[in-house]
């Protein structure tokens, strides 16, 4: 942002009509261009400070679609857990969709790194790393993302799609 200048890791790419900017935080729901000037923000309409970006955004419905994360620590441990989220911006730029928190593999450091349509056009690609040192991809058919809109979670996913490594944490 135009204001503060500090190092960031988290931005989410989105391309437009070969127009390059970032979404930079979920809330408020920041649109800066490529040289950090704020073009757009919104009000989230859910307290979500601490979620992060990990893939860029992709056409979905209308909208975008991407990956972010959320870490949290425990007390008396020195261990952190990132969980995921999908989140679904409208056209116009504001947050309208998410889902329950997941992991792919297990509980732990787990970053996502892209989000890609298939070039089948029915799913989703998504590469994310576990634990600094492993990478992998998984694969989501794309009207499992639907349940943004219909309000269905990862749990009821995973109950129609036996063998999905999608889980609710």
């Keep these: 942002p135009e ?12 391309v437009v009509q070969d127009q390059l900017s970032f979404v930079y935080l979920c809330d408020p729901t ?3 261009d490529m040289h950090g000037r704020t073009v757009q923000e919104h009000v989230s309409p859910i307290h979500a400070p601490f979620w992060r970006g ?8 209308c909208g975008h679609l991407a990956l972010i994360h959320e870490v949290l620590y425990f007390r ?4 952190r857990y990132y969980l995921h989220r999908f989140v679904w911006f409208s056209a116009e730029g504001n947050l309208v969709g998410i889902t329950k928190p997941f992991y792919f593999k297990r509980k732990g450091v ?26 992998w991809i998984a694969t989501v058919d794309a009207p499992d993302a639907w349940f943004l809109k219909r309000g269905l979670t ?10 999905r490594r999608l889980v609710e944490a």
């Design 30 to 32: 920041r649109l800066v």
């Design 110 to 135: 787990e970053f996502v790194a892209g989000l890609a349509w298939h070039e089948d056009g029915q799913r989703l690609l998504i590469s994310f790393g576990v634990n600094d040192k492993e990478s």
């Design 76 to 79: 008396g441990e020195r261990r």
């Design 3 to 14: 204001s503060e200048r500090r190092h960031q890791k988290n931005w989410m790419p989105k």
């Design 54 to 61: 990990s893939s860029q955004l992709i056409p979905f419905s």
């Design 154 to 163: 990862p749990r009821a996913l995973r109950t129609a799609l036996p063998g």
